[in-house]
């Protein structure tokens, strides 16, 4: 009989954001567990209808909708607040600093609120009871994580984990400057998974600092399934580069369109190729053609908005030769992960996890690169002869099946379920 899991998300199945994150752990976990998804989907989500039938075979999906907090829902939970551990904790901790207190205190009360509404859901559920021995997989470390941890003060036979990413993670990703309740959450796991060595080390010295805990902390990337091809070399004289992400302002697109403005004529052609939507691509696409207006050996292409299959498409029928972001910030993120698996060289900046992905097959920029030094990084792999392309294209495709192959870190996850669980 297969041991009960329960995989709490933010929206998943009910749209197409954590589908690239979510659905190869998910194909690989259903194997050795019975599955149960609580998604806390609002209705706008749901509405998109998104739930594939063979995505969903065998799995049930339950919806606890993010609670929506007004005034008088924190005015009650404010009572519970001020008599819990949890939040007497909480208030001597923002207490200690001197900046952002109200801030940070409202915060950590709106929190603690949304926890407690989702707390009563999981409690009406039943996902629970019984005697049977349960895991929680909360795929962020956010409020439905703290509700099962509450919750989980009542059954010995549940176990919780929690995953940790960017927003859920960073002091710097969120109002105030405070993650709330994260001592709390810890201290009601059974083990954190961070996806790199970088965001572990982060947790320990501005989380965690210099409290003892026997909570386990571990490294356990995402994955990206096996690619149907390896890049061929080109057989023209165009350079084609990816990019691939939300146009928003951390991910600092037009960086990338200053680069090539700074990329010389003699240095040959280049054809950009950009995939993603957001809220900044109508100013993007006008930044590009002012930016880029006068340069013949220039040629760029906004592809908007994909679904997932249609990026592995375009892998699979397009030719690349180099994949490039300019974020400000990232985990370990999933589309470098993808373009290595292909044996694509990656340009990306110094930051979050990527130094542990860039290693010998492309150019790690820094933190805030210049135009010329994106330029210098397109010119020099554009520039290499094709044995240098060839070594490069097998050391992206080396690191990925190292580290990011989805067969990988799925046993890993699920070797850390079993060993935590079994304490």
């Not at 259903?30 to 065998?58: F, M, N, W």
């Not at 050996?297 to 994909?306: D, E, L, R, V």
């Not at 180099?322 to 698996?341: D, K, L, N, Q, R």
């Amino acid at each position: 009989m297969k041991k009960k899991l329960i995989l709490a998300t933010n929206s998943f199945p009910y749209n197409t954001g954590e589908k690239a994150f979510i659905l190869p752990e998910l194909n690989r976990l259903r194997e050795r567990y019975d599955i149960t998804v609580i998604s806390h989907a609002d209705a706008e989500q749901r509405k998109l209808d998104y739930v594939e039938p063979e995505i969903l075979k065998g799995i049930q999906v339950l919806c606890f909708p993010r609670p929506v907090i007004r005034f008088k829902d924190k005015v009650r939970a404010l009572f519970s607040y001020l008599l819990s551990v949890d939040g007497r904790q909480e208030i001597r901790e923002i207490w200690k600093c001197r900046e952002d207190r109200r801030e940070r205190i409202y915060q950590s009360l709106a929190f603690y609120a949304q926890s407690l509404a989702d707390q009563k859901e999981l409690r009406a559920s039943g996902m629970f009871s019984g005697a049977e021995p349960v895991i929680y997989y909360s795929f962020w470390n956010t409020y439905y994580c703290y509700s099962a941890v509450r919750e989980r003060r009542r059954h010995p036979n549940v176990r919780v984990f929690s995953r940790l990413h960017g927003f859920d993670l960073y002091h710097e990703r969120v109002s105030g400057d405070r993650q709330p309740l994260k001592h709390q959450m810890e201290a009601g796991t059974d083990g954190l998974l961070f996806l790199g060595d970088f965001a572990r080390q982060y947790y320990q010295e501005r989380i965690r600092e210099s409290r003892s805990s026997d909570v386990p902390l571990y490294v356990c990337p995402l994955g990206t399934e096996a690619p149907a091809r390896r890049m061929p070399p080109r057989e023209d004289g165009i350079f084609r580069v990816l990019s691939c992400s939300a146009v928003i302002p951390l991910k600092r697109v037009e960086r990338i369109v200053d680069g090539l403005a700074a990329v010389k004529a003699e240095e040959g052609k280049i054809q950009w190729t950009h995939i993603g939507g957001g809220e900044g691509l109508e100013n993007l696409r006008k930044y590009a053609a002012e930016r880029l207006k006068d340069k013949e050996n220039i040629q760029y292409t906004f592809a908007g908005q994909m679904e997932h299959e249609e990026v592995v498409r375009y892998y699979e029928t397009e030719q690349v030769e180099c994949f490039i972001t300019t974020s400000a910030t990232e985990g370990v993120p999933v589309s470098v992960m993808e373009a290595m698996s292909y044996g694509i060289p990656v340009i990306a900046t110094s930051v979050g996890g990527i130094p542990e992905m860039v290693r010998g097959n492309g150019i790690l920029l820094s933190c805030d690169p210049s135009a010329e030094e994106v330029a210098a990084a397109l010119d020099k792999l554009c520039r290499l002869d094709a044995e240098e392309m060839i070594a490069r294209k097998d050391r992206s495709y080396e690191l990925w099946e190292q580290s990011f192959a989805i067969e990988t870190t799925a046993r890993r996850l699920m070797d850390i379920l079993e060993t935590e669980s079994q304490r």
